[in-house]
C-alpha cells in the first residue's frame, strides 16, 4: 500500500498532466484526428473468435488504453511500452489462429512459450502461405511492405522497453506534461493501430463485430 504522501504526489501529478495535455489546443487537434482510428479498435467485439485469438486481442486492447493513460498521465516511456506490447498481441493472436497445439504448449510450458517470439512470429505472417492457407486475396507485395513497417516500428517501440540510454525519460524530461513528447507518441500511437487495425481486417474479416 502506497504513503499518504506518495499517493498524494501521484493523484496531484496525474491529474495536473491530464489537465494540460487535454488543455493544449495543437495537442487537442491531433487527438481528435486519431479518435476516429483508436476507436475502431476499441469498439471491436471478438466474440465470434475462438479463445485463443479473442483473449489476446481483448488484451490489447487494454494495452491501447494503458497506453493512452500512461500518455496522457506523462508516462511517456511506459506508454510506449504498452504500445509494444499491444503490437505484439494482435501478431500473436494471428500466429496462433490456426496453430492451437503451438498455443496450448505456449500456455502450460515455459520452454515452449518461445514459439511465440516476434521474430518467429513475423517470419510466419511474411510468408506467403499463411494468406493461402486463410484462403485471403491480397496484394501480396503491398503486404510485404507493411509488414517490414510494423516490423520496423516494433524495433522502435523496443528501445522503450529495454530501456536503451537514449530512449530514459529521466535522461531528457521529468514526470511532467512535455508536448513534444505527447506528440511524438500521438504520431506512433496513430501508426501502431492503423497497423493493428490493418491486420484485424485481413485475418479477422467476417469473424468480429463493433458495438452498436
Known sequence: MLSNDIENILLKSITKNYTITLNDINCKDR???????????????????????????????????????NSLS?????????????????????????????????????????????????NALVKKTILDYNDIDIDYENYKKILTLINTSYGQLSNYTHGKPSHLQTRKIKVEYNKKE??????????????????????????????E
Open 74 to 122: 506523462g508516462f511517456y516511456r511506459q506508454a510506449y511500452n504498452s504500445l509494444r506490447s499491444a503490437l505484439e498481441l494482435v501478431m500473436f493472436s494471428i500466429y496462433f489462429k490456426d496453430r492451437s497445439y503451438e498455443y496450448f504448449l505456449w500456455e502450460k510450458s515455459g520452454a515452449k512459450g518461445e514459439d511465440a517470439r516476434w521474430g518467429n512470429t513475423f
Open 182 to 211: 505527447f506528440l511524438d507518441f500521438l504520431g506512433q500511437l496513430e501508426k501502431t493501430i492503423g497497423n493493428i487495425n490493418y491486420l484485424c481486417n485481413i485475418y479477422f474479416e467476417g469473424e468480429i463485430d463493433e458495438e
Open 31 to 69: 487527438i481528435d484526428k486519431i479518435n476516429s482510428i483508436f476507436n475502431d479498435f476499441m469498439k471491436l467485439k471478438f466474440d465470434g473468435l475462438e479463445f485463443k485469438s479473442k483473449e489476446l486481442l481483448i488484451e490489447a486492447q487494454l494495452d491501447i488504453f494503458s497506453s493512452l493513460h
